[in-house]
C-alpha cells in the first residue's frame, strides 16, 4: 500500500507563488509517475503536472510556463512550483502515484489541497 501526504496549499493574490509538496510512503515500485490534478469548482478533476522515475516531465497547456514539477527520488516526494497565479487556478489539488512492476500495478490518491488565488 502506498501513503500520500500534501502540504502546501493556501490563499495567494493573483500573480503570486505558491509550491505543493507530497510526501509518498509505503512500498513503491521502481517505475512510477507522480504529479498533480486538480479540480476546479465545477469542473471534472485534471491533469496539471506528472513527472516519471526516469525524469520525463508533462505540463497541461493551462499551466505550461508558470508551473514546475520535480522530484526528489530519495524522498519519494514531489513538488509543484506554482507561479504567476491566476484566479482560475483556483481548485483542489490532487496528488497521484502510479506505478507498476512486472506483476502488478498502483494507483494511488493523495486527501488533497485547497488553493485559492483571489483577484
Known amino acids: 500500500q502506498v501513503q500520500l501526504v500534501e502540504s502546501g496549499g493556501g490563499l495567494v493574490q493573483a500573480g503570486g507563488s505558491l509550491r505543493l509538496s507530497c510526501a509518498a510512503s509505503?512500498?513503491?515500485?521502481?517505475?512510477?509517475?507522480m504529479g498533480w490534478y486538480r479540480q476546479r469548482p465545477g469542473k471534472q478533476r485534471e491533469l496539471v503536472a506528472g513527472i516519471t522515475s526516469g525524469g520525463s516531465a508533462n505540463y497541461a497547456d493551462s499551466v505550461a510556463g508558470r508551473f514546475t514539477v520535480s522530484r526528489d527520488y530519495a524522498k519519494n516526494t514531489v513538488y509543484l512550483q506554482m507561479n504567476s497565479l491566476k484566479v482560475e487556478d483556483t481548485a483542489v489539488y490532487y496528488c497521484n502515484l502510479r506505478h507498476q512492476s512486472f506483476t502488478a500495478s498502483g494507483n494511488y490518491w493523495g486527501p488533497g489541497t485547497q488553493v485559492t488565488v483571489s483577484s
Open positions: 509505503g512500498s513503491i515500485f521502481s517505475i512510477n509517475t
